[in-house]
């Protein structure tokens, strides 16, 4: 019985439903676009020689992981207007998304840079390149390449966390789904198919983070 | 301020028991998840392995939505805090039955091999072997688990839940000033995750000297 209802809800929510994942998706692509080249400029002043530059990057860092996203993306679009700041609710939930990408991602990004084998510092300095020339061309390429399985699976977390843009209205999936609920009561049918829906592309999407993983770190195996 | 302090504080409560019940009720509920995962039948590994993966892969929110929203259709209605604790103890037990697998994991196979030749039973493996040397890899993840936790309660605020997202936005909406107050949940939050992330490192470097871990 509870099949049959599911079908008759999917057919009559479908075009509301998939209107409210590809907005869910354009939201994780527009907030990984800005948050994972974002998390690199973090991970870079935290390790920074300047003192400075370090406290400032680990504040930002600290307040980005410490912040519930529901509040941060509340703050973001109820509280920034009392400074003059006014966003839509796509620019906010965007804001908010791409900067807890950021601060995740530099974590990441900061152990994958310190993964990188002494070795590759050593030979680039004796190949005679300067501290700087040898951060950027020889040490940074490789600490991205250990960190993208890590990072797309912050990717997938951003795609689940985009449901909290619901909070301040944004037109993704959960604001579809509760959307078409409280006009038709059907609300256990429309959080069921909701439900399907981030699993559909979720558990996919972690299985190939993982296989990649393994092909990636392959080429580790011999190194270690 | 002290007018929007005295707004959030009651909801500091609610959000502290919301964290420490889910988490206890999920670490117990996580206990079971890994039995099963652990166990030769392939059947049974694989739907503990789907209902760990499928409480993963949903959102907080729409688990909580489904709970509050969804099952007074089928004749279950529940109040706000308790449909809260369901979902939130039921997600913890997925993402914990993880760790469990992963400290379980971190025990060398010797120590099971040992312990077997000396003729101790499965229970007495699990219990006086494995656990001991795997808890020491579960603390650690488990304490950043409970800091993300305490983060994730906030999501019951959308169910109504009186906790300290909650009585911010409503307090917000009567008064304006969403800035000042939302500004002051977020310190509250940081300020309550302080003691678990120096807890975590604390017991994690106690640990560490005492099994002379490197």
Same mark, same amino acid.
């Given at each position: &019985?509870?099949?049959q209802?599911?079908v008759s %809800?999917?057919?009559?929510?479908?075009?509301e439903?998939?209107?409210?994942?590809l907005n869910?998706?354009? #939201?994780t692509v527009?907030?990984?676009?800005?948050g994972?080249?974002?998390? =690199?400029v973090?991970?870079?002043?935290?390790?920074?020689?300047?003192?400075?530059?370090?406290?400032t990057g680990?504040v930002?860092?600290e307040?980005?992981?410490?912040?519930p996203?529901l509040?941060?993306l509340q703050?973001?679009y109820?509280?920034?207007?009392?400074?003059?700041l006014? #966003?839509?609710?796509?620019?906010?939930?965007?804001?908010?998304? %791409?900067?807890?990408? !950021?601060?995740?991602? +530099?974590?990441? &990004?900061? !152990?994958?840079l310190e993964?990188?084998?002494?070795?590759?510092?050593e %030979?680039?300095s004796a !190949?005679?390149l300067?501290a700087?020339?040898s951060?950027?061309?020889?040490?940074?390429?490789q600490?991205i390449?250990?960190?993208?399985?890590?990072?797309l699976?912050?990717?997938?977390? =951003?795609?689940l966390a985009?449901?909290?843009?619901?909070?301040i209205?944004?037109?993704?999936?959960?604001?579809k789904?509760?959307?078409?609920g +409280?006009s038709t009561?059907q609300?256990?049918?429309?959080?069921?198919?909701?439900?399907? &829906?981030?699993a559909?592309?979720a558990l996919p999407?972690?299985a190939?983070?993982?296989?990649?993983?393994?092909?990636l770190?392959r080429?580790? !195996?011999?190194?270690? | 301020m002290? $007018?929007?302090? $005295?707004?959030?504080?009651?909801?500091v409560l609610?959000?502290l028991?919301l964290t420490?019940?889910s988490?206890?009720?999920g670490?117990?509920l996580?206990?079971?998840?890994v039995?099963?995962r *652990?166990?030769?039948?392939?059947?049974?590994?694989?739907?503990?392995?789907?209902?760990v993966d499928?409480?993963?892969?949903v959102?907080?929110i729409?688990?909580l939505?489904?709970?509050?929203?969804?099952?007074?259709?089928?004749?279950v209605t529940? @109040?706000a805090?308790?449909? /809260?604790?369901?979902?939130l103890?039921?997600? /913890?037990?997925?993402f914990?039955?993880?760790t469990?697998?992963?400290?379980?994991?971190?025990?060398?196979?010797?120590?099971?091999?040992?312990?077997r030749?000396?003729?101790l039973?499965?229970l @007495?493996?699990?219990?006086r072997?494995?656990a001991?040397?795997?808890?020491?890899?579960?603390i650690?993840?488990?304490a950043?688990?409970?800091?993300?936790?305490l983060? $994730?309660t906030?999501?019951?605020?959308t169910?109504g839940?009186?906790e300290?997202a909650?009585?911010? *936005?409503?307090?917000?909406?009567q008064?304006?000033?969403?800035?000042?107050?939302l500004?002051l /949940?977020g310190?509250?939050y940081l300020?309550?995750?302080?003691?678990?992330a120096i807890v975590?490192?604390?017991? $994690?470097r106690?640990?560490?000297?005492k099994?002379?871990?490197v």
């Amino acid at each position: &019985m509870i099949g049959q209802s599911l079908v008759s %809800a999917f057919e009559a929510a479908h075009a509301e439903l998939f209107e409210g994942l590809l907005n869910s998706i354009l #939201l994780t692509v527009a907030s990984l676009a800005i948050g994972y080249p974002l998390a =690199v400029v973090l991970a870079v002043c935290v390790m920074a020689p300047s003192r400075w530059v370090r406290r400032t990057g680990l504040v930002i860092v600290e307040i980005g992981r410490g912040l519930p996203l529901l509040v941060l993306l509340q703050l973001i679009y109820f509280g920034l207007p009392d400074a003059g700041l006014t #966003l839509g609710v796509t620019a906010a939930a965007v804001a908010g998304l %791409a900067f807890q990408t !950021a601060a995740y991602g +530099s974590e990441i &990004m900061r !152990a994958s840079l310190e993964a990188v084998p002494q070795g590759q510092h050593e %030979a680039a300095s004796a !190949a005679g390149l300067s501290a700087a020339a040898s951060f950027w061309t020889i040490v940074l390429p490789q600490g991205i390449r250990i960190a993208i399985p890590p990072m797309l699976s912050i990717g997938l977390t =951003v795609f689940l966390a985009t449901s909290l843009a619901f909070v301040i209205t944004a037109p993704e999936l959960m604001s579809k789904a509760y959307g078409y609920g +409280s006009s038709t009561f059907q609300y256990l049918e429309v959080f069921v198919l909701a439900g399907l &829906m981030y699993a559909a592309i979720a558990l996919p999407a972690s299985a190939a983070v993982a296989l990649l993983e393994r092909r990636l770190g392959r080429h580790l !195996a011999h190194a270690h | 301020m002290t $007018d929007a302090l $005295d707004a959030i504080l009651p909801g500091v409560l609610n959000t502290l028991l919301l964290t420490a019940l889910s988490f206890l009720a999920g670490a117990v509920l996580a206990l079971p998840i890994v039995a099963l995962r *652990s166990s030769r039948g392939l059947l049974v590994r694989g739907i503990a392995r789907l209902f760990v993966d499928l409480l993963r892969s949903v959102p907080p929110i729409t688990w909580l939505f489904l709970i509050f929203f969804g099952l007074p259709q089928v004749g279950v209605t529940l @109040d706000a805090f308790p449909a /809260a604790l369901i979902g939130l103890s039921v997600i /913890a037990s997925a993402f914990l039955s993880e760790t469990y697998r992963a400290g379980m994991l971190a025990v060398d196979r010797g120590q099971v091999e040992a312990a077997r030749s000396l003729g101790l039973g499965s229970l @007495d493996v699990g219990v006086r072997i494995i656990a001991p040397q795997a808890i020491r890899v579960v603390i650690p993840t488990s304490a950043t688990y409970a800091i993300g936790l305490l983060k $994730d309660t906030s999501v019951a605020s959308t169910i109504g839940v009186a906790e300290i997202a909650m009585k911010a *936005s409503g307090y917000a909406q009567q008064n304006g000033q969403a800035l000042r107050i939302l500004t002051l /949940a977020g310190v509250i939050y940081l300020v309550l995750s302080l003691p678990l992330a120096i807890v975590s490192r604390g017991v $994690d470097r106690r640990l560490r000297l005492k099994f002379a871990v490197v």
